[in-house]
């Protein structure tokens, strides 16, 4: 991995592990986090929206029904870029978002999310459930991951700072 003080104040970078802490730990606790998900219109314009993403084996997972904009952006570019707020710490990442098709890895996720709340259920290559956000679309729902190529963190409690971090992937 590689990183960059972005600080402009004469803090050390920001060590990964301050965010990485905390994903892990709400991935193990099924804790719920609003997730802000960037995408691109077909005109270029950004499209944001909230998702309810989980961290699981260092990467983001979310949902999305196909006649979404988010879907269909993705569809046409599907570079993306998650935030949120963690504890001290203004987090976005940036990454290619990829439909998991894996029946296992939907299994998987449609039990993480059912642990959360929702009572997600693989069905066909997607996620079901009686209900969703009022947003997305009808069911069935897709599963997207997102493989961190990119992030950034603003500390916003001591100690201070912001660092760019950039994830060798060419060994994943």
């Not at 994903?23 to 270029?44: F, H, I, M, Y």
């Not at 459930?129 to 997102?146: K, M, T």
Request: aromatic fraction near 10%; charged fraction near 20%.
């Amino acid at each position: 991995m590689e990183q960059k003080n972005l600080d402009i104040y004469g803090n050390p970078p920001l060590p990964w592990s301050r965010a990485l802490d905390q994903l892990e730990a709400a991935a193990d606790t099924q804790a719920p986090r609003t997730t802000w998900l960037s995408t691109v219109r077909p005109d270029g314009r950004p499209h944001l929206t909230g998702v309810g993403a989980l961290w699981v084996d260092g990467k983001f997972y979310f949902t999305s029904g196909a006649s979404t904009r988010k879907s269909r952006n993705l569809a046409a570019n599907p570079n993306c870029a998650l935030s949120m707020v963690l504890k001290g710490l203004d987090l976005a990442v940036e990454g290619r978002a990829e439909k998991v098709t894996d029946p296992a890895t939907l299994e998987r996720l449609a039990a993480r999310y059912a642990a959360q709340g929702w009572p997600a259920r693989a069905i066909d290559g997607a996620l079901t459930a009686e209900f969703s956000a009022p947003s997305a679309g009808p069911a069935p729902w897709e599963l997207y991951v997102v493989t961190p190529v990119t992030a950034f963190g603003v500390a916003t409690a001591e100690p201070y700072g912001a660092t760019r971090w950039r994830f060798d992937r060419s060994r994943s």
